[in-house]
């Protein structure tokens, strides 16, 4: 597969696009693009992570199933997705003084690479990770 772009961009349904804004836009800081009306569905709310793009959608009619609960260790399919950063312990202290608290703190999953986890208000799992191992 040839590919246009050096990122995917990703969809989050969301239940509440007030709380949802207010924690990828306000929380953890993303780049606010806009919204627009997804014509006979809902409205999306686009942010900018790098060169991806995080579309949160509110539809009209809030799908009944939720995210199964515990991030990527308690179900199958898409369970988290990764963030890179430079500096995930400020990264942490930083969202917590916004209220925003970790379900994995900050841990190091191999030498080199450190990760932590938050949990978005409906439940979707969110990574950070600072890699700092030799290339």
Not at 31 to 57: F, S
Not at 71 to 85: E, H, K, N
Request: glycine residues 12%; proline residues 8%; neutral net charge.
């Amino acid at each position: 597969m040839q590919v246009s772009k050096d990122s995917i961009d990703l969809g989050i349904v969301v239940t509440d696009e007030k709380a949802a804004i207010a924690f990828y836009r306000d929380g953890l800081g993303l780049e606010w693009e806009g919204e627009l009306p997804v014509p006979g569905a809902g409205r999306m709310y686009r942010l900018k992570c790098g060169t991806t793009v995080i579309k949160l959608l509110k539809l009209e009619r809030t799908p009944e199933a939720k995210p199964a609960p515990g991030g990527p260790m308690r179900g199958l399919g898409y369970r988290y997705f990764t963030i890179s950063v430079p500096d995930i312990r400020g990264l942490m202290t930083q969202l917590e003084s916004k209220g925003i608290r970790a379900t994995v703190p900050v841990t190091e999953f191999r030498p080199g690479v450190t990760i932590a986890m938050v949990t978005d208000p409906d439940g979707n799992t969110v990574e950070f990770l600072q890699n700092s191992a030799p290339k």
